[in-house]
């Protein structure tokens, strides 16, 4: 099975910009879920979706949004951009939802806000 | 917030050594992970161990967990120059939406010098 891909891969964006930040999970996986990684933060939950509905959300602000498509494919999108979203940011696909299961990370979007 | 926290942060060590790593988190948790990530990539990941599991091989890896203890290891034995990477531990934390989600440590940044 092919893996899970994420588009575009680097993005340089300027402050108050938006973006919109795509990921394909693994065929067959329903859950996707993203993560901010910042040499800061670390590793931060923003959301899952499963069967197109958000089962879960991280404390992020309201201008992280996403959706989920019917084919399972989500993007997340990230309004007036600030110079610290700058980050790597990865979305995870697994056949079930929840913390409980492996999870299929792709390559990541490595996103610049000048 | 950070559910689990790594230690060392950083560790450098021979070719053939071998390379523990250790993991302590807050609160009961259903299971533990951990990940490996390579320099600014996507993450993959190793092992899965339930709260009811003390221990688990995979290979070269060996995990134990300590739920009294709230603390998890992880053993790479006669490590080599391609296990370098950043190693995370994620447990299973209860979210917002009643499901749950994984949260990350911070990472131990392995180094193995050939």
């Known amino acids: 099975k092919a893996g899970v891909t994420q588009t575009p891969r680097y993005l340089i964006k300027t402050r108050g910009q938006q973006v919109t930040l795509s990921c394909s999970p693994i065929?067959?996986?329903?859950?996707v879920s993203w993560y901010q990684q910042t040499p800061g933060q670390g590793l931060q939950f923003l959301f899952e979706?499963?069967?197109?509905?958000?089962?879960n959300k991280g404390n992020f602000p309201g201008r992280f949004s996403g959706r989920q498509f019917s084919n399972s494919r989500s993007e997340m999108n990230v309004s007036t951009l600030e110079l610290g979203d700058s980050a790597l940011y990865l979305c995870?696909?697994?056949?079930?939802?929840?913390?409980?299961?492996?999870?299929?990370f792709g390559p990541g979007t490595r996103l610049t806000v000048t | 917030s950070q559910q689990g926290e790594e230690d060392p942060q950083a560790l450098s060590i021979q070719e053939g050594e071998n390379a523990t790593m250790n993991c302590s988190y807050k609160?009961?948790?259903?299971?533990l992970q951990w990940y490996r990530q390579n320099s600014g990539r996507g993450l993959v990941h190793l092992i899965l161990?339930?709260?009811?599991?003390r221990e688990k091989h995979s290979g070269r890896l060996r995990v134990t967990l300590d739920t009294s203890k709230k603390s998890s290891s992880l053993l790479i034995t006669a490590s080599r120059a391609a296990d370098t990477a950043s190693y995370f531990c994620?447990?299973?934390?209860?979210?917002?939406?009643?499901?749950?989600?994984?949260?990350f440590g911070k990472g131990t940044k392995l180094t193995v010098n050939p």
């Open positions: 995870a696909s697994s056949e079930v939802s929840g913390g409980s299961y492996e999870q299929y």
């Open positions: 065929s067959g996986h329903r859950s």
């Open positions: 979706y499963f069967s197109e509905t958000q089962r």
């Open positions: 609160t009961s948790i259903n299971n």
């Open positions: 161990i339930r709260s009811n599991e």
């Open positions: 994620a447990t299973d934390d209860l979210g917002q939406g009643g499901s749950e989600k994984l949260v």
